[in-house]
């Protein structure tokens, strides 16, 4: 079903959502990190959630994968309530944390297995089975490389592959792209864009930086300061330029300028 | 030599290019190991000669008794006249240090995932660990002799005593150090605690676990030494007794030298299979060393 859609070009505003979040909440003690969080996503859509650093965006990949539990709230998946059996082995969320954590002992190709190896897949197949997305990737001829051999951009390539790895048809990006340089970051977020069409996975990513925002994205969601709750919900329709044209363009300055002002802090 | 680490750079600048599509041909071993075997060993062993010679030439000069020290060429000599005496204690004392090792290597590292499993029972048992190696063991050896008697089982225990701890300290300090980060992406893979600890928490603590292993390897045969000495039939330790009661320093230095060599040798044997267990780990630092001359030089 997600692939028809995703092939179909856009994705229309009838399809049945894939993933629900009703009000969600979660508190740290007395610190309310989440307030009322409500979220949508279609099968195939790139969704991202912008605002400000420390603002609970993390918390909701935490929540979503599994490693923390919320205070109240519900998450359905394809119309399904998620919450009672929770179990990661099972889980439709494929998480990549902020940094690489590719295991230094491990080559890159092993490194890409993990998710698979995991689930109890046998090397040999899960290694075919990788070794199949290397091109596409950019890791051809780095199989038997070790994690620290491989520039910065390569290494989140490789961690992008090993959640692309694990199967599972939502993927929790979070800030990928945050600790490399302007360059490697601009050809990585094209890079991305590109591959999701190909890949048919709904992903949901986290940044703070709003261009990147806008050129990958559907749909954003702007969220406020903490707890975070949603402020804006910003469908994306900008036309189809190469990256360097399209962010002097008036649209993309227009819309830019749209999240930038829900970001601004209430005084 | 330039030339080659000129090749061997190129295609680290080659890897922080933008395009993804045109990867390189990945970084290859430099072919130079004899030199810098050479480089790296030369200087402790020409200070090591250099130590001999100044030992000689005092003897020689000074005109010492060698019976009060001997010089390290007299010292030679005896040890390959007493060859055979010495060899065949070797073979005994070694017997119970591997024993000892191999019991205090197993324990340890068992003990270090228990004590990694319950942090309740690691804060009560750390102290205690750290305080056992203050007490001296030239106190407990002749107790345990007492208890046990003049067999193995006393000798087993000494060197036990002198490797449980620096494994046990390595192996908790070494799981500890697991990075939190990659935990939590392993439990939102849905890893089991026993995927956890083989994958992720023992090979994150196996460099810190080698570096205790090598610490305890060190001191093992001087610890069979010690247990011999004060109170068995056979071995180095009851070999340096009765030459001291002969006074044969000679054959005493001898002994010493004997022991030292072994150490090592045990010592670099644990670094072999560091080597062998952990390739990407002297891949990783060398890589590093490598970066950082390159940098100097260009």
Not at chain 2, 61 to 77: A, C, F, K, M, Q
Request: charged share 20%; aromatic share 10%; net charge positive.
């Amino acid at each position: 079903m997600a692939n028809e859609q995703t092939k179909a070009g856009s994705v229309t505003s009838v399809a049945r959502p894939q993933l629900e979040i009703g009000s969600l909440y979660k508190s740290f003690g007395s610190l309310e990190v989440l307030h009322d969080f409500n979220l949508s996503v279609r099968p195939g859509e790139f969704i991202t959630l912008l605002g400000p650093s420390g603002c609970g965006k993390s918390t909701v990949f935490n929540i979503l994968s599994g490693l923390e539990s919320p205070s109240a709230g519900e998450i359905r998946l394809d119309g399904q309530p998620l919450q009672a059996a929770f179990d990661a082995r099972h889980s439709p969320f494929a998480y990549m944390p902020q940094r690489d954590a590719l295991l230094p002992w491990r080559t890159i190709l092993d490194n890409t297995i993990l998710g698979l190896e995991l689930q109890g897949q046998p090397k040999k197949l899960a290694r075919a089975e990788a070794q199949a997305l290397f091109a596409d990737f950019g890791l051809e001829g780095f199989e038997k490389n070790y994690p620290f051999e491989l520039s910065g951009g390569m290494r989140q390539r490789a961690a992008l592959l090993r959640t692309v790895l694990t199967r599972r048809p939502i993927l929790l990006l979070d800030e990928p792209f945050g600790a490399l340089d302007a360059l490697t970051r601009a050809s990585l977020q094209a890079w991305l864009r590109s591959l999701q069409t190909r890949l048919n996975r709904t992903i949901l990513f986290i940044t703070h930086d709003v261009e990147e925002a806008l050129l990958l994205s559907d749909r954003v969601y702007v969220l406020g300061a903490r707890p975070a709750t949603v402020k804006l919900i910003q469908p994306v329709a900008l036309p189809g330029l190469p990256p360097a044209e399209l962010v002097t363009s008036p649209e993309f300055v227009a819309l830019k300028g749209r999240l930038l002002h829900s970001l601004r802090p209430e005084v | 030599m330039k030339v080659i680490r000129r090749e061997i750079n190129r295609p680290v600048e080659i890897i922080g290019q933008l395009n993804p599509a045109t990867p390189v041909r990945p970084l290859s071993r430099p072919p130079n190991r004899g030199i810098e075997f050479i480089k790296r060993y030369a200087p402790a062993t020409l200070l090591l000669l250099a130590l001999a010679a100044l030992w000689q030439l005092y003897v020689s000069l000074s005109g010492i008794r060698p019976t009060v020290l001997p010089g390290p060429w007299r010292v030679l000599e005896s040890l390959i006249s007493f060859w055979d005496v010495i060899w065949e204690n070797l073979l005994f004392t070694l017997f119970e240090t591997i024993l000892g090792f191999g019991v205090a290597l197993a324990g340890g590292l068992a003990f270090a995932v228990l004590l990694d499993i319950s942090p309740g029972l690691r804060r009560a048992v750390y102290p205690l660990l750290v305080a056992s190696q203050t007490i001296p063991l030239i106190a407990i050896a002749p107790l345990l002799v007492i208890w046990f008697g003049y067999d193995l089982i006393p000798k087993i225990i000494v060197v036990w005593l002198v490797c449980f701890f620096p494994i046990v300290v390595a192996g908790v300090d070494g799981f500890a150090s697991t990075d939190p980060e990659t935990s939590r992406l392993f439990k939102s893979m849905g890893a089991t605690r026993r995927q956890l600890f083989w994958k992720l928490r023992l090979p994150s603590a196996l460099p810190f676990i080698f570096s205790g292993v090598r610490i305890a390897i060190t001191y093992s045969v001087a610890g069979a030494v010690l247990g011999e000495y004060v109170g068995a039939e056979k071995g180095l330790g009851v070999l340096i007794q009765r030459f001291k009661n002969s006074f044969r320093n000679d054959l005493i230095f001898a002994t010493v030298f004997v022991t030292a060599v072994v150490s090592i040798i045990l010592f670099l044997l644990v670094s072999v299979l560091q080597h062998r267990l952990m390739p990407w780990y002297y891949r990783m630092r060398e890589g590093r060393t490598q970066d950082v001359i390159s940098e100097g030089k260009i």
